[in-house]
Each structure stands twice: as structure tokens, then as C-alpha cells.
């Protein structure tokens, strides 16, 4: 790592953490953002059991020169500026010293609106893994060919442009630890939830039994296990119809015994 003094890891919030902890590894321009909202409720209380670690990393004292500069203008002109490939690579390399080179056992992701999109299955692929190292881009995103050298899968939030990619690195991080073993209370939360079986979930209702006029459905208050399996089965058949088209077609592809 040519100029650079050693650069330290910003967050380690569980460091005697058991060695099986999942681990999220983040690369950002802006440190301080992290744990945020990952610090609180069940992810929260997850971190601080050593059931996952966070490893924040800052990029700017990879940076080049006196200014620790880590962008610059687009090669061929136009508005913005762009992370440079070196800087990125010796973050990359210092982060990624202490960890397989496998990307089926580490995915290695970089936050871009050009990726695919972030989906319960790739929650779950993540979440299956020892851990993820995950890149936020900042300005116009990172130069290409640091994507190339290192085979950076690129994840996308979704279809809209946010200023840095810190957002969807939490947005995965959440999706994905809140999979991991003993981090929610009650397992068959995540197994009838929205995606896990192809469809998106049943309405939920709770006390009171009444309110502003508006019942609860019998079925539900009756007490029969079977009725109540068939009415949210079918509720969750008719709000994947016509919400999600796509999902729906795919979930009548599937019964029928397409792929
Ligand atoms: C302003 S954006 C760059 C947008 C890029 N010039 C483009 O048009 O695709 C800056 C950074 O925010 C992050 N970002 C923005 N939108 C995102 C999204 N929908 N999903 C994931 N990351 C996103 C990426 O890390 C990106 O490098």
C-alpha cells in the first residue's frame, strides 16, 4: 500500500465476538454513518451478542497525496467525479487480507444502480455466506475496471439514483443478519414472510376486534388452524396478483412444475 500510513477499521463493535460470527464488511467514504440504524432493535442487540460484527472502513486515508484524494474527474469529460481504481484496490486489499478469496464464500459487492436487483434470495445467499464485503460508491460511482480486476458483483436498491450507496449497504446488511440463526426470537417469522415462498404476505390484523367500524376477519378470531391457513393463503395469492404480476406469473410457472 504505497502512501498511504495504516489505515484503521472505524467499527469493530463485537470484537470478542464467537468465530462463527457473520461478518459485514464495509467500505465508505462515510464511516459515521455506520452502525446507524443497525445498531438498534434486533440487529442492534444481535451486534452486540457477537452474532454478526460490522468492520467499518474508511476510504479516505487510502487516498493519494497530501489531500488523500480519492476521486477524479471522468476520463473523456462530463459532469461529476469518479472513485480511482488504485485508491479503491489498496482499500479493498487491506480489507480483504483476512478473508477468503472464495466470492461463494465472500461476496465482494459494490452499491450501484446498475446492479442487480437486491432480493430476498440474494438476502439469503448473502446470509448463507461468512461474511460480505460490501463498497458504497459516492459521486459519479467507481472506475470500471476496478470492478473488473477484483470480479465486483454489482447490487442495486432498486430503480432510483441515491447520493452514496451507504443506504443500500444497510439495507443488505439488515435483510441478511436478520436471517442468521438467534437473531429474531421466533424462526417461523422469516420462513411465512413476504418472498420466502414466492408471494408476497397475508394482511395482519390485532386487537382491538373493532376498530373505526372496520372487523377483523371471523376466520381469524375462530380459532381453526386449517380455515385460517386457506384464507391467508388465499389473501396472499390475491394481493401477489395484483400488486406483483411478475412474481404472480412466476408462482403459476412453479405450480404447474416450470423451474
Ligand atoms: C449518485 S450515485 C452514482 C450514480 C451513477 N452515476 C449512475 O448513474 O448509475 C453514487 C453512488 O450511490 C450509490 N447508489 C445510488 N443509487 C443506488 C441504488 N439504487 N442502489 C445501490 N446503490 C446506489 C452507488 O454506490 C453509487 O456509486
Known amino acids: 500500500m504505497s502512501e498511504n500510513p495504516e489505515p484503521q477499521d472505524q467499527t469493530d463493535v463485537a470484537p470478542d465476538r464467537p468465530c462463527s460470527a457473520w461478518v459485514a464488511k464495509v467500505i465508505t467514504l462515510v464511516p459515521g454513518a455506520f452502525p446507524g440504524v443497525l445498531g438498534e432493535s434486533l440487529t442492534g442487540k444481535a451486534l452486540d451478542e457477537g452474532r ?6 474508511d476510504l479516505r486515508p487510502f487516498g493519494v497525496g497530501r489531500h ?3 476521486d477524479d474527474t471522468p476520463a473523456g469529460g462530463g459532469a461529476g ?3 480511482r481504481a488504485d485508491v479503491l484496490a489498496d482499500a479493498l486489499d487491506h480489507v480483504g487480507a483476512d478473508m477468503p478469496t472464495d466470492r461463494a464464500r465472500w461476496p465482494l459487492v459494490y452499491l450501484s444502480p446498475r446492479g442487480a436487483r437486491f ?3 440474494t438476502a439469503q445467499r448473502f446470509a448463507a455466506c461468512e ?3 460490501l463498497l458504497c460508491g459516492r459521486f459519479e460511482g467507481v472506475d470500471e475496471r476496478v470492478l473488473e480486476e477484483y470480479g465486483i458483483e454489482e447490487v442495486s436498491l432498486g430503480d432510483f439514483v441515491m447520493t452514496g450507496g451507504e443506504i ?4 443488505v446488511i439488515d435483510a441478511a443478519v436478520r436471517l442468521r440463526p438467534g437473531v429474531l426470537g421466533n424462526l417461523a417469522s422469516t420462513e411465512d414472510e413476504s418472498f420466502s415462498h414466492g408471494l408476497l404476505e397475508h394482511p395482519h390484523y390485532t386487537r382491538p376486534a ?3 367500524g372496520r372487523t377483523i376477519p371471523d376466520v381469524l378470531l375462530s380459532g381453526h388452524h386449517g380455515e385460517i391457513g386457506k384464507l391467508r393463503q388465499a389473501e396472499a395469492e390475491r394481493i401477489t396478483r395484483e400488486r406483483r404480476p411478475d412474481l404472480w406469473a412466476a408462482h ?3 405450480k404447474r412444475g416450470g423451474p
Not at 454478526?52 to 472502513?57: A, I, K, M
Open 81 to 83: 467525479m469518479v472513485l
Open 68 to 70: 488523500k484524494n480519492v
Open 119 to 121: 432480493d430476498q434470495a
Open 52 to 57: 454478526w460484527r460490522l468492520d467499518v472502513t
Open 210 to 212: 373493532e376498530w373505526r
Open 168 to 171: 443500500a449497504a444497510m439495507a
Open 252 to 254: 403459476v410457472e412453479k
Open 131 to 133: 461474511g460480505v464485503t
